[in-house]
C-alpha cells in the first residue's frame, strides 16, 4: 500500500484528501495542530495522527522524526488566512496589511512547504510526489486583481518554492507540483463557492496518479490543466 503523508488534514480539503486517501487503500500519515480535537480526522482511522504547527520549525522537525520512510506522497496542505491571525479583510490590502502580519503568512503558508518537505527528504526516494496546495491568488496574472497582500504573497512564495524543490529533487526522481484547488466550499472558500471538498480532492489525486516526472515543476488546478503563473 502507498503511503501519504498529509498536513493539515483536520478540516477542509485536507480532511477530504485523508479520506479518499483512505478509500482507496493508502497508509495515511495526518499531521495538524492539535490532534486531540481532530475528532472527523480520528473518525477515519488513518495509520496515525501527529502534531503539526508548520509555523514552528521545532514542531516540523518533530513531526518529521517521527516518520519513517519511504513516502509515496506527501501533500503541503496546511494552512491559513489573515482573517484566521486577527487582521479584517478591510486591512488586508497592499496599502494597509501589517508586515508583520504577512511574513507570518508567508512563514505558514508559503515556507512551510520547503521546511516540512526538506525534513522528510530522506523518506523520499525515484517515484515519490509531493504536492504543494497553494491559490490561483498566488499567481501574478490571477493575483494582481485580488487587493489581499499576506495571503497572495504567501501563495506566490509557495509556488517560487515549489519550482525550487523540483528542480533540487528532479534528479533524484522525486516530483513536485503545485495545486490551485479550486474555489472551494470550506471554512475558507464560503458556502457559495463553486467546487465540494470532493470534487477538488478527487481532481487532486486523479492528477497524481498519471503526472509524468517530466512535468515536477508545474503550476496546476485541481482538474488536471494548467494554470497561468
Known sequence: MPTTV???????????????????????IAGCRSPGDAHELMGLAPERILELD?????????FARSIEGPIDLLINNAGTSASNLGLSRDRAGVMDAPIDVTLDLIRINGLSAASVTRNLVDCLEAGSQVANITSQIGSMVVGANFNDLPYATSKAVMN?????????????????????????RTDMGGSGADLSVEESAQGILATMQTFEHADSGSFLRWDGSVHPW
Do not use: Y
Open 160 to 184: 517560487m518554492v515549489t519550482v525550487q524543490l523540483a528542480s533540487q529533487l528532479k534528479d533524484a526522481g522525486i516530483s513536485v507540483v503545485a495545486f490551485h484547488p479550486g474555489w472551494v
Open 54 to 62: 508548520v509555523g514552528d520549525e521545532a514542531s516540523i522537525a518533530s
Open 6 to 28: 498529509i498536513t493539515g488534514a483536520n478540516r477542509g480539503i485536507g480532511l477530504e484528501l485523508a479520506a479518499q486517501c483512505l478509500k482507496r487503500g493508502d497508509t495515511v
